[in-house]
């Protein structure tokens, strides 16, 4: 009962009239002694370890920046085996698995559909995939959980459902039906798809490959580029919230997380099923 009081009331909001508002406060220029007061309160609610992020909090002009803030060098090792795949962000595993009947739980009693997800792009029927979310205390930029190309994008506006518990649980189809931007990888497993899902709150996503802000107004889009990156070079960025969604072709990981386990960058996530790894 509480879960679905709590998404009757988010029903009546409208959450991206609210969430521009939010992120047009978060990107603010705020007088100094009001920003440092405002990332403290941030730091205590989130308990967001400083000791990882470059600077302190006097260097960040804006509560944006300073959650998309930028790590220490050498604070998230890579796994560096061939074979590693690794965790593209900091977050805590929703689900990971096969997809089945082109289906991808994202609670217990609801799921969403990886091909809604990627707009019917053929090539992860039968796949495998895995759901991260990033809690606000988390490292908000995203990575590549192995060196490829970014050979194609989509941007798909949508909802900004929040993806808090209470929502997966009630709100079917939830991460195929929110705001997202998604880049395809060629790699030595075939195609893989990485989804950045956006979220009430802001839910502006920006990415290293193309000139494409979600959640401000542009139409939906796709396009073909050729960017190389680097295992667990930097992809995009949230700018608050979200959830990361991997796709792989089927067969091609074996998964070495399970679901509700916390992640960091660059650990292994899973192992690639190649002669010579990936």
Not at 20 to 42: D, N
Not at 99 to 105: F, G, H, L
Not at 258 to 269: A, F, H
């Amino acid at each position: 009962m509480k879960d679905a009081l709590i998404v009757s009331a988010l029903s009546l909001v409208p959450k991206h009239a609210v969430s521009g508002w939010m992120g047009g406060l978060a990107r603010a220029r705020l007088p100094r002694p009001l920003l440092r007061l405002l990332l403290r309160w941030y730091c205590w609610k989130y308990a967001v370890d400083l000791s990882e992020c470059v600077g302190t909090i006097d260097d960040y002009p804006s509560l944006v920046e300073f959650f998309t803030r930028p790590l220490k060098p050498g604070v998230r090792p890579v796994d560096a085996a061939p074979e590693a795949i690794v965790s593209p962000c900091d977050g805590k595993v929703y689900s990971v698995g096969s997809i089945v009947n082109d289906r991808i739980p994202q609670s217990d009693t609801q799921h969403f559909s990886a091909r809604e997800l990627v707009q019917g792009r053929p090539g992860y029927e039968g796949g495998q995939y895995a759901v991260i979310y990033l809690s606000p205390r988390d490292y908000h930029r995203v990575h590549t959980p192995m060196a490829g190309t970014v050979c194609h994008y989509q941007y798909v506006p949508g909802a900004l459902w929040p993806v808090f518990p209470a929502a997966t649980r009630k709100i079917p189809f939830l991460f195929s039906r929110n705001e997202r931007l998604t880049a395809f990888l060629r790699t030595p497993l075939g195609e893989v798809a990485e989804c950045l899902v956006g979220a009430f709150g802001v839910g502006r996503i920006r990415v290293v490959f193309a000139d494409v802000v979600s959640n401000t107004g542009q139409p939906g889009c796709e396009g073909t580029v050729n960017h190389p990156l680097a295992r667990a070079e930097e992809i995009g960025r949230f700018e608050m919230g979200s959830t990361v969604v991997l796709l792989f072709p089927a067969g091609s990981v074996e998964w070495t997380v399970t679901s509700g386990q916390p992640v960091r960058l660059g650990e292994r996530i899973a192992v690639a099923n190649v002669p010579n790894g990936a």
